[in-house]
């Protein structure tokens, strides 16, 4: 299934992508969100709670993406629907890296809180930390110049996407 064709699945899903009204308000508050998921990756880490570590790291990651969607008019609550949008959106305005950033961090989350109880993850806490860090602020630079004739161009093509569903 490519890009497009999810994005078209998670739009019939019931819990899937909406379009909703902007909020400043909402993006704020998912800054916020991710300041503080950043923070709690960073003190896990430092103790050595490894798989808290990466999980906090993953949901500031995400929170961050949330509040970009939530400045647009965006709500997604399935996660792979939200990192798909992501990757289907701003691919061309962001570094590879980042979402692949976003990707496999999800992984490493649902594979460390879920599935490795006897495996002890191994952290480099400083990179987890630089790279959580630098994720948010590539974030909030997308957000700070997203102009608003961008913001209805996005909203447009999701609305016409909708309409092929």
Not at 24 to 38: M, Q, S
């Amino acid at each position: 299934m490519d890009s497009e064709e999810k994005i078209k699945w998670c739009l019939k899903q019931k819990r899937g992508i909406k379009i909703v009204e902007p909020s400043d308000n909402l993006c704020k508050i998912y800054l916020e969100k991710a300041r503080e998921a950043l923070k709690a990756a960073i003190i896990n880490s430092r103790y050595s709670i490894n798989s808290w570590a990466i999980s906090a790291s993953y949901y500031a990651k995400y929170f961050s993406i949330y509040a970009l969607l939530s400045k647009i008019g965006i709500k997604s609550e399935i996660h792979d629907c939200t990192i798909e949008l992501f990757s289907f959106l701003f691919k061309d305005k962001v570094d590879e890296g980042l979402i692949k950033d976003i990707k496999r961090s999800k992984e490493s989350r649902i594979e460390f809180q879920y599935y490795s109880p006897i495996i002890k993850p191994k952290v480099d806490h400083k990179k987890l930390e630089s790279e959580t860090r630098k994720f948010i602020e590539e974030i909030e630079k997308l957000i700070e110049n997203l102009k608003e004739e961008e913001i209805k161009e996005i909203r447009n093509r999701l609305k016409r996407m909708e309409f092929t569903v």
